[in-house]
C-alpha cells in the first residue's frame, strides 16, 4: 500500500476537463472523508487563451477549491498524443503509484477529439496496471500491479446517455469556484481578460453547464447532477440505496 492512495482518481486529457464534468462528484466524496488525487495528460498548451503556465497555476488553485490530495501533469503533447506503449505506460505508473479504488476518465466521444482518444488511452491504462509481470517504478522505487475497481466515464459537451448520476447539489457552488479558478479559459465577473473570446468564454457556456446539470439532477428529483458511464455494469449491496 503506497502512503498517496486514494479512492478515487481523475484522469483528464486537459486541466480544466475534471472541473468541469466531474468536480462535484470529487468534492462531494472528499467531504465524506474519502482522498481523490486527479492527473492531467497535457497542460492544454494548444488552448487559445492563457498558457501552460497560468494553467498549471490556475489547477492548483482549483485543486485546492476541490479538496484534492495530489495532482499530476504528464506533459503529453495537447492536441497530439497518441495511442503508444510509452503513454500507456505513463499513466499506468500513475494509477499503481495512486491505487485507486474508482478511476474517473474521459468521455467515449466528444467535441473535441483529444477526449475520445483519452478515454481509450486511460480506459486500457487501467487494465495493463494490473498486469503484475509489466515492470514500473516511482520515485526510484518498484510499485506493485494495481487495477482500479471500477473505471467511470465523466460526461463531457456532447450530450451521452449517462447509466447513473450523482447528486451534486450542494456541491454547485464549490464547482463553480473550482471553474472559476481557470479564468483565463472560462467567463467570471471577477476577470477582466482581453483575450479572444472562445465557445467556453461566455457566460452562456456557463449557463448551459448549469442546464446539463439541472437536466442530470432532474431524472433523480435532484437540483443538479453528474452524468457517468460505466465501462461495465455496476452493482449494488443495497437496493434500497439507489434514488
Not at 116 to 126: H, N, P, Q, S, T
Not at 129 to 149: C, Q, T, V, Y
Request: aromatic residues 10%; proline residues 5%.
Amino acid at each position: 500500500m503506497t502512503k498517496e492512495k486514494v479512492d478515487i482518481l481523475a484522469i483528464a486529457a486537459h486541466p480544466d476537463d475534471v472541473e468541469l464534468s466531474c468536480s462535484g462528484t470529487i468534492i462531494k466524496h472528499v467531504k465524506q472523508g474519502k482522498k481523490a488525487a486527479i492527473v492531467d495528460l497535457t497542460k492544454g498548451e494548444l488552448g487559445t487563451r492563457g498558457t501552460p503556465e497560468l494553467r498549471m497555476k490556475e489547477a492548483a488553485k482549483a485543486s485546492d477549491v476541490m479538496g484534492v490530495s495530489y495532482r499530476e501533469n504528464l506533459s503529453m503533447d495537447d492536441g497530439f498524443f497518441q495511442y503508444t506503449k510509452e503513454n500507456i505506460i505513463k499513466i499506468a505508473t500513475q494509477i499503481r503509484r495512486f491505487q485507486p479504488e474508482v478511476a474517473l476518465i474521459n468521455t467515449p466521444e466528444d467535441r473535441h477529439p483529444d477526449h475520445g482518444r483519452a478515454a481509450k488511452l486511460i480506459a486500457d491504462a487501467c487494465f495493463y496496471s494490473g498486469l503484475r509481470k509489466i515492470k514500473m517504478e516511482w520515485d526510484g522505487e518498484p510499485l506493485e500491479s494495481w487495477r482500479p475497481k471500477a473505471v467511470y466515464h465523466y460526461i463531457q459537451d456532447r450530450y451521452l446517455q449517462p447509466d447513473f448520476v450523482v447528486d451534486i447539489s450542494a456541491e454547485w457552488d464549490t464547482k463553480l469556484e473550482a471553474i472559476e479558478a481557470f479564468s483565463s479559459q472560462f467567463f467570471s465577473e471577477k476577470s477582466d481578460s482581453k483575450e479572444p473570446e472562445t465557445p467556453i468564454s461566455s457566460q452562456s457556456f456557463i449557463d448551459f453547464l448549469e442546464g446539463r446539470a439541472a437536466q442530470f439532477g432532474r431524472s433523480i428529483n435532484a437540483k443538479y447532477a453528474e452524468g457517468f458511464i460505466a465501462v461495465r455494469t455496476p452493482g449494488v449491496d443495497d437496493i434500497t440505496s439507489l434514488l
